[in-house]
């Protein structure tokens, strides 16, 4: 998940609340600016999850990287 500007993670966490979450990024040198996941179900395959995330330098804010990634679910 993304909170306050930080991605975080929970393993085996069925939503986003609760507690025990940990940080993934350092919010001292990257701030996160987007964090999306979209599940693609395509008949007969696996589905395909749409990852997007961008991020800004805290340093050089105008330092921003922005990646989209496509990973296949094969155990979901």
Sequence with gaps: RMKDNVLETLR???SCQGKGW???TDPN???ITAFTVER??????S???MLHLR???????QT???????VT???L
């Design 55 to 61: 991020g800004a330098s805290k340093a050089e804010p």
């Design 22 to 24: 940990e940080k993934m």
């Design 47 to 49: 589905p395909v999850l």
């Design 29 to 31: 040198t990257v701030l």
């Design 73 to 75: 679910g094969f155990n």
């Design 12 to 14: 085996g966490a069925t």
């Design 40 to 45: 693609r179900d395509i008949t007969g395959f």
């Design 64 to 70: 921003v990287i922005d990646a989209q990634y496509s």
